[in-house]
């Protein structure tokens, strides 16, 4: 079974600072991939970043980038420079292939504080 | 990316009644579509994986005969809350996703904006 972990509830950062976002994952596949979501008060789901399990260089999306520690199965989100906009719900989320759904992790309620 | 649009964005209803929403993929066809229940501060939880022109496949615990879903056409599925009741007010969200299988990628499944019901 494949289950995501995110042992953050809730994270304070300050305006400009960048925060780490952590995320564990536990599967048993060889192929995945790990995606990160922004969900703001809105509801929306906004994709931010994506990494392929063998994807050998961590992703980056502008201010985002992911650290990806495959041997310790970990997916944690930096995000640079925070902005006050930044404060949302994050979610890690993982499929593996062949169809398979998307398992989200519990969230982490990002406030960045002025 | 690919634009997923749901119909309505808010709704309220009386107790005892049907609610359709309705989940549009606007520029793509969509093999499969999700459709995920959401509680506040809680996480995403899928309630039903659809394809176009079969039955629904129901997570566990998800009763399909109050939750109806329909995947008529490759850019259309329906979810109807059948006597919905309070305890069914939630956030609704969907998703299509345009590869069924293969590896992930970063562009393969879309997000609509989300249903929010509210059962009095």
């Known amino acids: 079974a494949q289950k995501i972990t995110q042992t953050q509830p809730g994270m304070f950062v300050q305006e400009k600072e960048a925060v780490t976002l952590d995320c564990t994952y536990d599967t048993s596949d060889q192929s995945y991939g790990l995606f990160w979501y922004k969900q703001p008060s809105s509801g929306e789901m906004i994709f931010l970043i994506y990494q392929g399990s063998y994807d050998e260089q961590n992703a980056t999306e502008g201010r985002y980038s992911l650290n990806f520690q495959k041997a310790r199965k970990s997916a944690n989100l930096v995000i640079s420079a925070s902005q006050l906009g930044d404060s949302a719900m994050y979610f890690c989320a993982m499929r593996a292939s062949y169809g398979q759904n998307f398992v989200f992790g519990p969230g982490t309620r990002l406030s960045v504080l002025p | 990316g690919a634009v997923v649009s749901q119909h309505p964005s808010w709704v309220i209803c009386k107790s005892g009644t049907s609610v359709k929403i309705e989940c549009r993929s606007l520029d793509f066809q969509a093999t499969t579509m999700f459709w995920y229940r959401q509680f506040p501060k809680q996480s995403l939880m899928l309630m039903a994986t659809s394809n176009e022109g079969s039955k629904a496949t129901y997570e566990q615990g998800v009763e399909k005969d109050k939750f109806l879903i329909n995947h008529a056409s490759l850019t259309l599925s329906t979810l109807t809350v059948t006597s919905a009741h309070p305890e069914d007010s939630s956030f609704y969200i969907c998703?299509?996703?345009?590869?069924?299988?293969?590896?992930?990628?970063?562009?393969?499944?879309?997000f609509g904006p989300g249903t929010r019901l509210t059962v009095l």
């Open positions: 998703s299509a996703r345009v590869a069924l299988a293969g590896v992930p990628s970063y562009n393969e499944q879309f």
